[in-house]
Nanobody, 123 residues
């Protein structure tokens, strides 16, 4: 399966920004939709964002809409999550995921999951 490695996590102040990156192995990146889920302590993994194979279609959870932007660079085999106007509730482990389409990713059906990267937002 596709191997995913997240990076870019860390700490930020409320109102600040972070940019997550997900690198994939192999050269089959362009056949998959990509997305991000997150999991806060004691909570289920929740959908954050997804992007289609072409990058022309994006979807966001209501909680992050207008603040987060997902993008992809197929030539570089990477997907990104730009997180702006961070809030305390954004604190979670963020997981990069791949799947056949954005609909599958939004429902939590993923072919592969990354190991996750911690994002901590404080006042």
């Amino acid at each position: 399966q596709v191997q995913l490695v997240e990076s870019g996590g860390g700490s930020a102040q409320t109102g600040g920004s972070l940019r997550l990156s997900c690198a994939t192995s192999g050269r089959t990146f362009s056949i998959y939709a990509m997305g991000w889920f997150r999991q806060a302590p004691g909570k289920d993994r929740d959908f954050v964002a997804a992007i289609s194979i072409s990058g022309r279609s994006t979807h966001y959870a209501d909680s992050v809409k207008g603040r987060f932007t997902i993008s992809r660079d197929n030539a570089a085999n990477r997907v990104y999550l730009q997180m702006n106007s961070l809030q305390r509730d954004d604190t979670a482990v963020y997981y990069c995921i791949v799947g056949p389409n954005t609909g599958a990713l939004r429902s939590g059906s993923a072919i592969s999951w990354g190991q996750g990267t911690q994002v901590t937002v404080s006042s």
